[in-house]
């Protein structure tokens, strides 16, 4: 049934009529990187790290806990010893491996209008990703749950900035574990129409998720694997291991040509070397590794590099999240990743316990290491706390304002004679001002970024209209956005069939729950 | 008598008990830039801005509020209308002029062991400056007063990051306007012992201060002008106009060879053009043109080169900064400054009226344009809120924390055998972890940046402790630290010469206080 349409996209039956809006935000737009990269090692000291990272494959191993996994590494020529999960291969397979990963794809997704890149000069977000818990300043912590769940992505699906759905924004706790993913695959697909995330968890939630994303889309099963539609997320169990679950579900993506982010989890300190080159060459050979596998079971298919090294405070043995050691990770990552010529992963990450001050420097530092490293999608991009244990609603919205301004940041300044405006400067002269003259009245609409949360009225009427900060700010304004979201178009018959899926699962029990 | 020592600091004869830090915050150090600068513009685009600077000074010109300037522009080879202000003047002897400045130069306060060097790629910080107002978060905001001006001050001595003192950090107006640079400078030298500022409002404050930095320092005159001993900071009046009181303090500055900061206040879309470039042609015309005078007057005289550029909110006229335009104002600076072969001055500037999120995120983004602009002097580093109307004892604290973290950022990373850790790596494996391995016990105590203000405690430890957010442990620890407050030594004759010449100053009147 959903096999017979061939446009990749169905008309749409009812367009819902839609109100003004609340936020003067930015157009949709894919964003790219202006500036040259920052790159804090020289080609010798990077060449140092990819040797090290080498040598890790080579020398030391990477434990795959999936017997299926290791015999596909053992077959392309890899080493294991029987009785053993360790795998070891040297370089030549894994740089033939590795370059035949794209540089680039495009993923689209049910509303092709919400296409994206990930590669070469490009930049996108997604929003926060798996915290248990969810918070607003009004209700405050509390764990997750569908309500909430919903509610986050409704946001996703507001914000232009926002270009792809990670992870559940929130664990929607409140739904069984068994048949959560159906329920909150539903959702997500009905709330929201950009590109969806499916976790590896085991072979049903994979398959169950490629399932709902075909249906959503009104693709056949051919028209699916065409392209990359939808993407997965694993993390190494650091140090040096990759656990089954995740790896399943990654092969399992892999055979459907879909992309898979491999995100190493190298708290330098913990899981991994204290020394910041020691965590980044363990961070590669754990990517490596997991990349290597997947361009065996399919050669070229959709990539990315995962950075996610940080520290940790050394006094208490916390994750430490927008360190200047998380800048410089996430840096040398992009470094890595261009040399292995492969899209990469950065985050806007945090360690705060509540949306102040602290959280907004950690986050801007995290920004500030991502952009600055030309990170090509950027996770936990807006709502991250506490170091991923909380989404919070009021941190959603004021993220999105600095993604903006990090977005909007990235274009060429033009110096053309009308942008130097020395006959302007010549009219007003000493004794004038600029704000009335044709050269700003031609320009002043749209001559700026404009922010959307940013009080930036004086203090005397700051004060009159209620002194609010920051926070309650954003917390009114999610408020306003929620009750006025209208969900993006849909058409009933492919709604009934995503319908029709969940109850089908779910009769027949979900998936497994645990491994 | 103060000319008798020539050792150009006193014995010290009272060392006061000094208790344990309260924070563990980085030791004094003089910063260097280990990156490559961010720049917009290709080498064509800077040849078009720097350009339309000439075309303005040789075209348009400047009005210079000040006949002797005006006479000392023409002698050289300036042209003057007569009954006129303006002065214009050919690209030749402007470059010619502006290239006797120095590229770099050493300043040295009282205390040597805090000389600091403005140029090439080092980089300093210095507190607030001019507020009219301060605020904390108990007592809310006021008008600046002396006690808080002392307090201010306090502060600024005890961070080890805050390289210099720069005008009031907040306006001590409780002092009569006539003496007031009398007792403050006092309080500054006496409370502080780093490099000082002199305000350029007509010639008796700035030659009072000179003479009270001198004795201070236990210099004789001649030993004075041999090096720089402080500093003043001159706006131009924008549009393209130097008032008189600047222009004089400025002129007395460089005959006695002391350095004098440059910063035209170029908000695109008021005082200049719209458009960034325009905005930026005008900043540079208006900055060289007193470089001109200056360089004139005492050929090699240090000069800086301000950078001050932003924009303002096209819906109601506001100042606004921290902006993506101010970023890349501040990285266009930087390669114009790099050009001329100027050391240059950017800020820590934000529009936020409490340090909350907005404050940060503005903060940072204004860090982020300087230091990726590679600004050797960044003015209004700690304290800054409300565009520049209040000092923020909470924001000094959080300012400091960040700048902090922008100092230990600019290292570089080691990628020895030793930092890449691969024999660490093989022994702690797949099942192990790194926090107890000896790689790491020889390295925990320094291997990260360790803050002082942020909180990295999990959310219950948080709530347990009271869930202090950010602004009030900044407010907990600002009082602490002024409670724990020692002022850096003085000899007891210095102290009783600085007194005696503000009592006699205070006798003869002050200084005028209107021109």
């Given at each position: 049934?959903?096999?017979?349409?061939?446009?990749?996209?169905?008309?749409?039956?009812?367009?819902?009529?839609?109100?003004?809006?609340?936020?003067?935000?930015?157009?949709?737009?894919?964003?790219?990187?202006?500036?040259?990269?920052?790159?804090?090692?020289?080609?010798?000291?990077?060449?140092?790290?990819?040797?090290?990272?080498?040598?890790?494959?080579?020398?030391?191993?990477?434990?795959?806990?999936?017997?299926?996994?290791?015999?596909?590494?053992?077959?392309?020529?890899?080493?294991?010893?029987?009785?053993?999960?360790?795998?070891?291969?040297?370089?030549?397979?894994?740089?033939?491996?590795?370059?035949?990963?794209?540089?680039?794809?495009?993923?689209?997704?049910?509303?092709?209008?919400?296409?994206?890149?990930?590669?070469?000069?490009?930049?996108?977000?997604?929003?926060?990703?798996?915290?248990?818990?969810?918070?607003?300043?009004?209700?405050?912590?509390?764990?997750?749950?569908?309500?909430?769940?919903?509610?986050?992505?409704?946001?996703?699906?507001?914000?232009?900035?926002?270009?792809?759905?990670?992870?559940?924004?929130?664990?929607?706790?409140?739904i069984h574990a068994s048949v959560r993913h159906l329920d909150a695959l539903y959702d997500k697909l009905t709330l929201t129409d950009k590109i969806c995330h499916a976790y590896s968890l085991g072979p049903e939630r994979v398959k169950d998720t490629i399932e709902m994303v075909r249906i959503a889309a009104g693709l056949s099963h051919d028209e699916f694997r065409e392209k990359p539609r939808m993407f997965t997320n694993i993390n190494s169990s650091s140090p040096l291991k990759h656990d089954w679950p995740m790896l399943d579900g990654a092969m399992t993506m892999a055979r459907y040509g879909q992309p898979v982010v491999v995100a190493p989890f190298t708290l330098a300190g913990a899981m991994a070397p204290i020394t910041l080159a020691g965590a980044l060459a363990q961070q590669t050979a754990e990517a490596l590794a997991a990349i290597v596998l997947l361009q065996i079971i399919n050669p070229g298919n959709p990539v990315v590099f995962g950075a996610f090294t940080s520290n940790v405070d050394m006094k208490s043995g916390a994750p430490a999240f927008g360190t200047p050691e998380y800048v410089r990770a996430m840096q040398i990552s992009g470094q890595l990743a261009r040399h292995y010529k492969l899209p990469w992963r950065g985050s806007n990450a945090n360690a705060a316990n509540t949306p102040d001050a602290q959280s907004m420097w950690e986050s801007m530092f995290s920004l500030m290491g991502s952009t600055s490293g030309q990170a090509n999608m950027i996770l936990h991009a807006a709502g991250w706390l506490e170091g991923g244990l909380t989404a919070s609603f009021e941190k959603f919205i004021m993220d999105c304002e600095i993604i903006q301004q990090f977005m909007y940041y990235q274009q060429p300044i033009s110096t053309s004679d009308d942008a130097l405006a020395i006959d302007t400067i010549a009219e007003v002269g000493p004794n004038g001002h600029f704000l009335g003259c044709q050269h700003t009245q031609d320009r002043y609409l749209d001559a700026f970024y404009s922010p959307f949360l940013s009080d930036w009225s004086n203090y005397e009427a700051w004060e009159v209209n209620g002194a609010i900060d920051t926070p309650r700010r954003a917390h009114n304004l999610y408020k306003k956005l929620l009750k006025e979201f209208v969900p993006p178009p849909m058409d009933d018959a492919t709604n009934e069939e995503l319908k029709e899926f969940v109850e089908r699962r779910r009769r027949e029990g979900g998936a497994k729950t645990d491994f």
């Open positions: 049934m959903a096999d017979s349409t061939n446009t990749g996209r169905r008309k749409r039956q009812r367009e819902p009529k839609r109100v003004l809006p609340t936020i003067n935000q930015l157009d949709w737009t894919i964003p790219t990187y202006v500036d040259q990269p920052t790159e804090p090692l020289n080609a010798d000291a990077l060449a140092r790290v990819d040797n090290a990272a080498m040598r890790i494959l080579e020398e030391i191993g990477i434990d795959f806990l999936h017997p299926e996994a290791i015999q596909i590494l053992v077959d392309a020529g890899c080493v294991n010893e029987s009785g053993s999960q360790r795998v070891t291969m040297d370089r030549e397979l894994v740089r033939a491996m590795v370059s035949k990963a794209p540089e680039s794809f495009e993923l689209i997704p049910r509303n092709p209008d919400h296409r994206i890149v990930w590669g070469g000069n490009i930049f996108t977000f997604g929003a926060v990703a798996s915290p248990p818990n969810v918070s607003d300043i009004e209700n405050g912590r509390r764990v997750g749950n569908r309500k909430d769940f919903q509610d986050l992505l409704r946001l996703s699906q507001t914000f232009n900035c926002i270009h792809f759905n990670s992870g559940y924004p929130v664990e929607p706790v409140d």
